[in-house]
């Protein structure tokens, strides 16, 4: 039998220590564990773990002799998970310490169950005191790294203790409806009656809020393409499109295909979804065949149309283009760990590089939709209004939204506003 705790501590580590993807390292190690509760349990302690590893991290610092990061790997990520399960997940603390001590056992390492058990307890012995040091450096108060805090400051003062609480919010998942097979009323009873709470969003016709976390592929209507698992934010995107049937449509960088198929779910287009990873676009094929959607899926560089390119100009481009991800925090902790102050310019370059080589495809009359899910200036505002103004023949129109900041040529969501991730947004016309 597989210890969750154990597995947990492994995923933690190649993530936090290793650099991997939350994302790449949870799906197979929730396939190890038949229980659906084991694998909410797993989900939730590599969340949390990488959610607050800044601070508990920097917390065994001071309650180990020797460090343990290099030399032990997924222990010192077990260590990180006990505190998490104490501090976060609130567990009871005699089986938060029991479990991490089994949980050495399991990771091979049962010679090291005493110092487990020591270290733990003497947390719960100084808890009040070690918390009142880390919450003395903003960068262990807010589990960020210390430049995330600062790029947030300088470019949203008033809101950055905002931003950096929602990072640290677990938030359930948002669903789309797809209304080619069903309407979001009966989606709703169909959830309801199935004993799952969800409200209609304010303002996003297709968005569906649930009441808390739970496996979305067990609901009512998934196998038969009645929804999709997306942010109210990313669905803003088909909106401010302003779709057309029988418009010639490219989604720039679609996988994994959420916009790509809000879209065919919203007009009869003739869609395009170009990824520059052959990998990835299967992904955005298993969500078209799924959600019962025609579309035409192609691999390559959007920053060179002439690798994919049939010469027909498109009536409208969404350039989701890659980016920090700083927006999405809230759903992706590891994000935090990942991303480097070094990162942000190469990013805006290579922004701005997908914007000019995707400019020609445009028709005149056309829109295209530049969006990130970044909170930076640097990648958003920055990057737009320098392409608008080294092209005469583009204009900004308006963010029709009713959620967000002016920035720039167009609108910024910071994540928790309406319930959203954070999301940029600036609509080009061709003149």
Not at 97 to 104: H, I, P
Not at 340 to 368: E, M, N, V
Not at 395 to 414: F, K, M, N, S
Request: hydrophobic content about 40%; some cysteine.
């Amino acid at each position: 039998m597989t210890d969750t705790r154990a597995l947990a501590a492994e995923v933690l580590a190649a993530v936090a220590l290793r650099g991997s993807s939350l994302r790449e390292q949870l799906r197979p190690a929730q396939a190890k564990l038949p229980d659906a509760r084991d694998r909410a349990l797993l989900t939730a302690l590599c969340n949390e773990g990488a959610r607050w590893w800044v601070r508990f991290d920097k917390a065994l610092d001071g309650l180990l002799q020797q460090p343990l990061r290099k030399r032990e790997p997924a222990l010192h990520a077990l260590l990180v998970l006990g505190l998490v399960q104490l501090e976060t997940l609130r567990l009871p603390p005699h089986a938060a310490v029991a479990t991490t001590v089994e949980a050495t056992r399991a990771l091979g390492r049962g010679g090291f169950a005493k110092l487990a058990n020591a270290v733990l307890r003497r947390w719960l012995r100084e808890r009040d005191s070690i918390n009142a040091r880390l919450d003395r450096d903003v960068e262990t108060r807010s589990a960020h790294p210390h430049w995330l805090i600062d790029a947030l400051a300088h470019d949203w003062p008033e809101q950055t203790d905002a931003i950096l609480a929602e990072n640290n919010a677990s938030t359930p998942p948002m669903l789309r409806v797809n209304a080619r097979r069903t309407t979001r009323d009966r989606m709703l009873a169909a959830l309801a009656q199935a004993g799952c709470e969800a409200q209609p969003h304010a303002f996003l016709r297709d968005g569906v809020t649930l009441s808390e976390n739970t496996d979305v592929t067990r609901l009512p209507g998934f196998a038969e393409g009645h929804f999709s698992v997306q942010d109210g934010a990313a669905q803003c995107a088909a909106d401010l499109l302003d779709l057309r049937d029988g418009s010639r449509v490219l989604d720039a960088c679609a996988a994994p295909g959420g916009k790509a198929c809000h879209m065919l779910e919203r007009a009869d287009v003739q869609l395009v979804a170009l990824d520059a990873d052959a990998r990835r676009t299967d992904s955005i094929r298993a969500n078209f065949e799924r959600l019962g959607l025609p579309g035409n899926i192609q691999t390559g560089d959007a920053g060179e149309p002439a690798q994919w390119w049939d010469g027909q100009p498109f009536d409208r481009i969404l350039l989701d283009a890659p980016c920090s991800a700083t927006g999405v925090i809230r759903r992706h902790p590891d994000i935090k760990l990942h991303r480097r102050a070094g990162d942000i310019a190469q990013l805006a370059r290579g922004q701005s590089r997908l914007l000019a080589a995707l400019w020609p495809l445009l028709t005149p009359g056309g829109r295209l939709v530049y969006a990130t899910c970044s909170v930076l200036r640097a990648e958003n505002e920055r990057v737009a209004g320098a392409f608008l103004d080294a092209h005469a023949d583009a204009r900004p129109e308006p963010c029709d939204l009713p959620v967000g900041h002016a920035a720039g040529p167009g609108r910024q969501i910071l994540p928790g506003e309406s319930g959203l991730d954070g999301m940029y947004y600036a609509i080009l016309e061709k003149r």
